[in-house]
């Protein structure tokens, strides 16, 4: 199928890592703010940072995704240019 940025530019893996690192900050800041809490809000808290956990685990994904797929293209085009009949650079 045809993908939506079929390269992964350094902006679009730039914006994945720093979604990730912002959702981990917030992360460790309410886990820290969990150990001052009691009762109900302290389970509240834990559903919070289970959905931000979920949410961050699909961050790094996306993000792992986007570079494999980088990488994977450069190799394709670096095995295209080692196996071109015709130099590469005069097409």
Do not use: C, W
């Amino acid at each position: 199928g045809e993908r939506l940025d079929p390269f992964p530019s350094d902006n679009n893996i730039q914006k994945a890592k720093d979604l990730y690192m912002k959702l981990l900050k917030e992360i460790a800041a309410l886990r820290a703010e969990i150990k001052t809490v009691k009762g109900d809000l302290k389970e509240k808290m834990s559903v919070s940072i289970a959905s931000k956990l979920r949410e961050y685990g699909e961050a790094v994904f996306e993000y792992g995704r986007l570079k494999n797929r980088r990488r994977r293209i450069n190799v394709r085009e670096l095995r295209k240019r080692m196996h071109a009949t015709v130099p590469y650079e005069l097409k």
